[in-house]
């Protein structure tokens, strides 16, 4: 078959069922283009194949391609600055009153360049591609102006043009409440986020819209809001909901349908079940929990026992979660959230393509996109086990295969 190759020798994780690896051993799998044809054991290989070029991987462990399905990694600046002030004693009032926190961000994201902002992501992309990620959400929400969100957007899209990776890009204008319209967060959401929502949708910038439910942020009767007209422009929509303290957003994000429910730490089990009724992800972030000292866990009990899947994601932000580190985000799901291995493999595999509307991809199985990840280990929970260790050994993305050097 032209254009057609097969890997084999290798141990798949297909992650095709729940609660599975969905282990092959000696497994092969064909593929053609940017597509699946065939996978599972090696000596059921079709003898339509044998002709084709064939590798073989010496029995190392091939997932999906990781999807880190929830990252703020366009922005201008760092809060290196605020980190250490912190450290050495500082409240957040005295770093707030400093021009630290969100305000810092915006006002360098602002001062950006369009190239600048592609500039300064770049490498942030790359330590993750770098670790087998081959799909990448990137949102919005350090402009909370007309022109710079359009810029963070246009800048993620141009992201793709870099590198071989897919993108794709959220509205996050609900984020937070610019120093501009302080006490007045209806007037910039009318003024200003939703008005910028309808000009980055016209532009095609838009695959998703998402907002932040909190009591420093916006109500879930505000957000409700920006859901409508996403609903009008027939966006899907996702919310930080229940980060910090339970504000009623993932009732609101359930009714809606919301692809995923991100954060929440708050939840309460009549959380868990509407989440499950409405097939909405919970997108567990621990690089967040992390770094701002949360102590209350996401309940992670209550989403088992309700079926809600579990996704997990960097969040990498310059504020409350500098990860670039998929592979460290797995560990930390482990080991802050106490989720399986197996379930943090899914959660940046088979989940994560849940959480973004991709059926496409995050699971190894005929008919899908041939995004994979080859890793030099034994088996799937190495993964998770490991800390600052990147064991991949070569990425699979649209069927091309380069090995990592």
């Known amino acids: 078959m032209r254009d057609t190759y097969v890997l084999s020798g290798a141990r798949l994780a297909t992650m095709e069922a729940e609660g599975s690896y969905g282990l092959v051993e000696d497994g092969a799998?064909?593929?053609?283009?940017?597509?699946?044809?065939?996978?599972?054991?090696?000596?059921?290989?079709?003898?339509?194949?044998?002709?084709?070029?064939?590798?073989?991987?010496?029995?190392?462990?091939?997932?999906?391609?990781?999807?880190?399905?929830?990252?703020?990694?366009?922005?201008?600046?760092?809060r290196a600055g605020e980190f250490e002030m912190r450290l050495?004693?500082?409240?957040?009032?005295?770093?707030?009153?400093?021009?630290?926190?969100?305000?810092?961000?915006?006002?360098?994201?602002?001062?950006?360049?369009?190239d600048a902002l592609?500039?300064?992501?770049?490498?942030?992309?790359?330590?993750?591609?770098?670790?087998?990620?081959?799909?990448?959400?990137?949102?919005?929400?350090?402009?909370?102006?007309?022109?710079?969100?359009?810029?963070?957007?246009r800048a993620a899209r141009r992201l793709?043009?870099?590198?071989d990776v897919t993108v794709k890009t959220t509205f996050l204008g609900a984020h937070a409440v610019p120093a501009d319209?302080?006490?007045?967060?209806?007037?910039?959401?009318?003024?200003?986020?939703?008005?910028?929502?309808?000009?980055?949708?016209?532009?095609?910038?838009?695959?998703?819209?998402?907002?932040?439910?909190?009591?420093?942020?916006?109500?879930?009767?505000?957000?409700?809001?920006?859901?409508?007209?996403?609903?009008?422009?027939?966006?899907?929509?996702?919310?930080?909901?229940?980060?910090?303290?339970?504000?009623?957003?993932?009732?609101?994000?359930?009714?809606?349908?919301?692809?995923?429910?991100?954060?929440?730490?708050?939840?309460?089990?009549?959380?868990?079940?509407?989440?499950?009724?409405?097939?909405s992800v919970a997108v567990l972030l621990p690089?967040?929990?992390?770094?701002?000292?949360?102590?209350?866990?996401?309940?992670?009990?209550?989403f088992r026992m309700h079926g809600v899947p579990m996704a997990l994601a960097t969040d990498c932000n310059p504020g409350s979660s500098p990860l670039t580190s998929l592979l460290l985000t797995l560990n930390m799901g482990c080991t802050l959230f106490r989720l399986t291995p197996e379930e943090a493999l899914a959660g940046v595999t088979r989940n994560a393509a849940r959480a973004l509307g991709m059926q496409d991809r995050g699971r190894i199985a005929p008919g899908l996109r041939a995004d994979l990840a080859v890793w030099d280990v034994s088996r799937p929970a190495e993964l998770a086990y490991r800390i600052g260790f990147n064991p991949l050994y070569a990425r699979v993305m649209g069927g091309k295969m380069e090995v990592r050097t």
């Open 29 to 78: 799998i064909a593929i053609q283009g940017d597509e699946i044809l065939w996978c599972g054991a090696r000596g059921a290989l079709p003898d339509t194949y044998a002709a084709c070029p064939s590798t073989d991987l010496n029995g190392r462990l091939v997932t999906p391609g990781f999807i880190d399905c929830h990252t703020h990694i366009v922005f201008g600046g760092d």
């Open 88 to 114: 050495e004693g500082a409240s957040y009032e005295e770093v707030a009153k400093a021009g630290g926190g969100i305000v810092s961000t915006v006002t360098a994201t602002r001062a950006a360049s369009l």
């Open 118 to 153: 592609v500039t300064g992501a770049l490498p942030r992309l790359d330590a993750l591609i770098a670790e087998g990620v081959s799909t990448v959400e990137v949102k919005s929400g350090y402009g909370l102006d007309r022109e710079t969100e359009l810029n963070m957007l």
């Open 160 to 163: 793709a043009e870099h590198r």
């Open 181 to 279: 319209y302080a006490g007045r967060a209806d007037a910039y959401l009318d003024e200003v986020c939703l008005p910028t929502l309808r000009a980055a949708h016209a532009e095609g910038l838009v695959d998703a819209v998402d907002g932040f439910c909190e009591g420093i942020a916006f109500s879930a009767a505000q957000i409700a809001k920006v859901f409508d007209v996403a609903a009008e422009l027939g966006l899907p929509v996702k919310l930080h909901a229940e980060q910090l303290s339970h504000q009623g957003g993932t009732k609101l994000a359930a009714e809606r349908g919301a692809l995923s429910v991100d954060h929440v730490e708050y939840a309460t089990e009549a959380d868990a079940r509407a989440m499950a009724a409405s097939g």
């Open 287 to 302: 690089g967040a929990f992390y770094t701002i000292r949360e102590t209350q866990v996401p309940p992670v009990a209550e």
